[in-house]
């Protein structure tokens, strides 16, 4: 297990685990999909009035659509509106997360990119005021958002609304990164790239006449202008220049990460870059790389400018030391403009917009979520079936006065065999199919995977002892016969986040498979159980695996958010509910214990067993020992109860430990949804603990997994 904190790294997080060229290929997924050997374009299409709000009640015959100026047919239409918000609170989470539920399609995907390396303290307090405002008023149930920081200081993805929470409360700890220069001789980024790179000479005299009005000269050796130019300011802009570039590249290549783990989400797909912008620099391939993702994986991206309603006019306010000379007034205005220029035209290329010059950012990025609500999906099979990777420009048009449209500015073609051109892959991504998953909001289901996890007792310095459990279906696995054997691979990358700090936690690990056909029959029978340990400090996790089928190259992925709970006081460990106990480990029987579950649906004909720990009771001054009592309810949910225990006291261990395994049988019960309610009195202190943990009655339960392959019988 390694542990890092999660700054610039989880950034660039690598997969552990090296995997050859021949184990795997880049294959980012693309953005137009070939049914049947039939091309078909989708293209996402916003109209808006002169005032710039939604119109939504235009038909098929409205638009128009060219590929490389040739008008194209359209085969298919679809006008989208998503329903407003809905009121009261978020749905609880759950205890187990599966990626075997259904989507519908349609759903939208949102990315909040905080730059916080290009934001100054208080621009990143406004910007925090609007972000949490889309979170609670533009988001609606089943949304996915993610908040990402360019600083490193986050990477967090959660489903709407249940996940709103702790975005929100990642996002308080979010800071800007950016001080602003006020020092004698500060240069604009504009101003450096001018002078440093295009040699700029009348932009050069602008800085050259503020730093005589500042004071920065000096008058020292070598310091005073020449016929080649002036030294100190060409100094100073070339170490200004290299500074912005190294920002720069950290925000693009951040945008362009994210932008690859969209490229096989479904629905409506947005990228809102909170930013106080950076300069447009054409000599950066990274702009043309975000500008191509944007396209592939089909994504708008906004930009929301934090600099308020001035711009900031590029530092050269009052508060940065004497006025600018009179004949520069109007390029301090060109640079307030500049500043930003790179942001902007990430924003313009692909589809989306600016919000600018205002210092109601919320009203802002409301318009940002409104902008997704309402939309039209059009589709075509474009005329032009050469295969050749080719950059084709899309132009839609639509019917009606004063109306604006925004769509992305076209798409690649597929090569001959299906594929598109391989892409440059982010810096530091070991592995870009796996990277591109873990990245993803979205869930691979072609593994079926199912996770929880569990809290137990205080190990050291004021951490827990945690269990993540994740069972993976390895019956669609692609194993292959070898002398008799049958042979995979399963690979998988755990990464467990913690919220409140950053600091996060991954496994990355190869599960070698030669199984005899009774063993491979034996484990097609039940899910392969994955269980890591973990010492985690109380607050909010999520954990996210990523598990690979090496022979196929099928992926699936699955998140689970859990709390880890404050370890002071009386509390209890997350109780482990199953329906079968663990063989004893020794001949003379010992302690039982119930079999560790992921899943929570039984069968009626099933005991139900659950099993817990309690901590932190008072204990009696003259026995040392703790008196907890405990009692329990199962019952339908929301209904009457099938089984009722009156609370009895627990007996502690000689060490003053306190557990306890109960078990009922569920009777035949009906199949539906229900749940056991435990009760916990320390009578000591008289403090009390009720703790309710839902479960499903099946007619048919899941199969049992098995925590490591089964071993094969000896040969002979």
């Known amino acids: 297990m390694k542990k890092l904190t999660l700054a610039f790294a989880l950034l660039f997080l690598p997969l552990g685990a090296p995997v050859s060229a021949q184990d795997s290929q880049p294959s980012p997924a693309p953005t137009v999909s070939f049914p049947s050997q039939v091309e078909l374009v989708t293209v996402d299409v916003v109209i808006t009035d002169k005032k710039g709000n939604p119109v939504s009640n235009l038909v098929r015959e409205d638009f128009t659509v060219s590929e490389n100026g040739r008008p194209q047919t359209t085969s298919s239409f679809e006008s989208v509106r998503s329903p407003d918000a809905a009121p009261g609170p978020a749905p609880e989470r759950p205890r187990v997360s599966v990626n075997t539920t259904p989507e519908a399609y349609g759903g939208r995907s949102f990315v909040v990119v905080f730059d916080d390396i290009h934001m100054t303290p208080p621009q990143a307090h406004r910007a925090k005021v609007a972000v949490a405002s889309f979170l609670h008023q533009g988001t609606r149930e089943g949304d996915r958002v993610s908040l990402l920081a360019t600083g490193g200081g986050a990477w967090w993805s959660s489903r709407m609304l249940a996940g709103r929470d702790e975005l929100i409360t990642l996002l308080k700890r979010l800071d800007g990164r950016l001080i602003p220069d006020a020092a004698p001789d500060r240069i604009t980024d504009h101003e450096a790239m001018r002078i440093h790179v295009y040699r700029d000479s009348e932009t050069e005299q602008i800085v050259s006449r503020r730093f005589e009005t500042t004071g920065a000269r000096g008058g020292g050796p070598g310091a005073e202008p020449s016929i080649s130019g002036d030294p100190l300011v060409q100094a100073r802009a070339a170490d200004v220049y290299y500074q912005a570039v190294s920002r720069n590249r950290i925000t693009l290549l951040a945008i362009e990460r994210v932008l690859l783990s969209l490229a096989s989400a479904r629905g409506r797909k947005s990228l809102v870059l909170v930013s106080g912008g950076f300069i447009f620099d054409p000599n950066l391939d990274e702009f043309k790389r975000v500008i191509q993702a944007s396209r592939r994986a089909n994504v708008a991206m906004y930009f929301l400018d934090t600099r308020g309603l001035t711009g900031d006019l590029a530092g050269f306010g009052a508060e940065f030391g004497p006025a600018s000379d009179a004949r520069d007034i109007s390029t301090s205005v060109l640079e307030s403009f500049e500043a930003a220029a790179g942001a902007e035209s990430l924003a313009l290329d692909s589809g989306g917009f600016v919000v600018k010059s205002t210092s109601d950012l919320t009203r802002g990025i409301a318009r940002i979520a409104e902008d997704s609500r309402n939309y039209y999906l059009l589709g075509y099979n474009p005329s032009d079936t050469t295969r050749d990777g080719r950059f084709r420009k899309i132009v839609v048009k639509v019917r009606g006065k004063g109306l604006q449209v925004r769509a992305r500015k076209g798409y690649y073609a597929p090569l001959e065999d299906g594929s598109r051109k391989a892409e440059p892959k982010p810096e ?97 029978g039940s899910w392969y159980m994955l269980v890591k340990d973990f010492e985690l400090a109380p607050g909010g996790y999520q954990a996210k695996i990523v598990v690979r089928d090496k022979n196929t190259g099928r ?82 949910k929301g209904g009457s109860p099938l089984t009722e225990v009156a609370a009895t006291l627990i007996t502690p261990t000689s060490l003053g430990r306190l557990s306890r395994l109960v078990g009922s049988p569920l009777a035949a019960a009906p199949a539906g949804d229900y749940e056991i309610v435990l009760r916990f009195h320390d009578q000591l202190a008289d403090q009390r603990i009720e703790i309710t943990e839902p479960f499903r009655i099946e007619q048919t339960a899941p199969p049992e997994a098995v925590s490591s392959i089964p071993p094969d019988p000896p040969r002979r």
């Open 428 to 524: 530091g991504s070991a592995d870009p199919d796996i990277q591109a998953a873990l990245d993803s909001p979205d869930e691979e289901t072609k593994v079926p995977l199912r996770m929880t996890a569990y809290a137990f007792d205080e190990t050291l310095l004021g951490k827990a002892s945690v269990v993540v459990a994740t069972d993976v279906d390895v019956r669609g696995f692609g194993f292959t016969e070898v002398d008799g054997r049958f042979q995979d691979t399963l690979e998988y990358l755990l990464v467990v986040a913690h919220r409140e700090s950053g600091e996060y936690f991954r496994y990355d690990e190869k599960v070698t498979m030669r199984l005899l056909p009774a063993t491979r029959d034996r484990l097609f």
């Open 555 to 636: 992926l699936g992925t699955v998140v689970h958010e859990f709390e880890v709970p404050a370890l002071g006081g009386f509390r209890v460990s997350t109780p482990q509910l199953s329906d079968r106990l663990q063989k004893p480990q020794s001949e003379g029987g010992g302690t039982p214990r119930v079999a560790m579950l992921v899943h929570r649906e039984f069968s009626p004909d099933a005991t139900l067993y659950c099993q817990f720990e309690v901590y932190g009771a008072q204990k009696d001054k003259a026995t040392g020992m703790p008196k907890v009592a405990a009692g329990y309810t199962i019952r339908r």
